[in-house]
């Protein structure tokens, strides 16, 4: 069998950037793997990568503020450069242009009208109608999952799929599912745990709880550290994102009392060395479509306390008690301490799920993914005569 064609690929994402966030980092990888096989070129307004065989494209930013602004101009600069040289234009950004389109976040269209009837539809009408930054990010969400024979929509996992399907169900047609992956990396030895632990300047002893996301209300950083006064003295958490919420945040560690036990480490270009460093993740998110660093702490084999699957699209995936213990409701401080104590007291249970975990992350690692995702460029390709217009 003769192997695929090379293809010129496009890759539009206005931040690139490992520090970004989950939906960067999935960009990333894809194409760190795509460019061993194609030409892959990147267009973003904040760069910093660099890979073998990838081109990078420098897009300005005459405006930063306001944001929707500068989506508007993203999405047309890109458009100018990308309309013709290229086999596929594949966007992670709400944009009107690009055969494949991967979405990683709830529509707009579904955060202001779902659940809303009657009278509080029409004032959320009235209020989109008046809103400039409303009317276009609205528009550039129907012109990106516009049902067309060359367009492909990606969605990160079943239950942002479901929502999909709801908000816009003419593209459930040309809709796939593709999880993020992980690297899987080999089990850290106890000398790789300390040597990690120094370097993040944490305790030696003692257990180590890892939280990681960016924002860090809607991430559930707010119960983590309600809960934390009912762990033992000798349990720290180690906080890995966006430096913006940290001054905040550490008032309220130290308001609670547990400003010692509480270490934020910002954002990290690779957050590989605090998982190696951490006991357990703990991710009481409100809202993931995903949750790719639970992924990624379960591929480090360590035990993962998260919000169920109504919050948190992996949690659809996972077994409670056997690969992952669920937070039914994870705004419940209680409930989150309890199951928290009853890992950290239980060294079976930890080895148990640890080893579950990374069994389950297997299947996920990301060259896999990223031949499923050349299965849904070459999809979209047979029903295109040639390069992207």
Request: one cysteine or more.
């Amino acid at each position: 069998m003769s192997p695929p064609p090379r293809l010129r690929i496009a890759v539009l994402n206005r931040i690139f950037e490992t520090t970004g966030g989950g939906a960067e980092r999935y960009s990333i990888a894809l194409v760190e793997q795509l460019a061993q096989r194609h030409e892959v070129h990147v267009f973003a307004q904040q760069i910093k990568h660099d890979f073998p065989g990838v081109t990078y494209h420098k897009v300005p930013m005459p405006l930063r503020k306001p944001r929707w602004v500068n989506q508007l101009w993203y999405a047309w600069a890109t458009w100018r450069a990308t309309r013709s040289g290229f086999d596929i234009v594949h966007s992670h950004e709400n944009t009107w242009h690009g055969q494949v389109q991967t979405v990683h976040v709830l529509p707009v269209k579904h955060n202001l009208f779902h659940g809303r009837t009657g009278f509080k539809r029409a004032m959320r009408w009235l209020k989109v109608i008046t809103s400039p930054r409303l009317l276009a990010y609205l528009w550039l969400e129907r012109m990106r999952f516009a049902a067309r024979p060359d367009r492909r929509v990606v969605v990160t996992s079943a239950s942002l799929g479901a929502t999909m399907a709801a908000t816009y169900p003419a593209s459930m047609a040309i809709t796939s599912i593709i999880t993020p992956g992980v690297h899987l990396p080999d089990a850290a030895s106890d000398v790789e745990k300390s040597a990690a632990r120094e370097q993040l300047a944490l305790p030696a002893s003692g257990s180590c709880l890892l939280f990681v996301g960016n924002d860090y209300k809607k991430k559930g950083l707010d119960t983590l550290l309600q809960a934390m006064p009912s762990l033992l003295d000798d349990v720290v958490l180690a906080v890995v994102g966006s430096a913006a919420s940290i001054p905040a945040y550490a008032r309220q560690a130290e308001a609670a009392g547990i400003g010692k036990r509480v270490f934020f480490l910002g954002a990290l270009p690779d957050v590989m060395l605090a998982y190696r460093a951490a006991d357990a993740l703990v991710h009481p998110t409100l809202e993931d479509t995903f949750a790719m660093v639970v992924l990624e702490a379960m591929a480090h084999g360590l035990p993962v306390v998260v919000s169920s699957a109504g919050y948190c699209g992996i949690s659809g995936l996972l077994s409670a008690g056997q690969n992952a213990l669920i937070l039914q409701d994870p705004r419940d401080v209680a409930q989150l301490a309890r199951v928290l104590n009853q890992l950290l007291a239980d060294a079976h249970l930890q080895q148990q799920l640890g080893a579950q975990a990374r069994q389950f992350a297997s299947p996920y690692q990301w060259a896999d993914i990223a031949r499923q995702q050349e299965a849904v460029y070459f999809s979209a390709l047979i029903l295109n005569e040639g390069p992207a217009q």
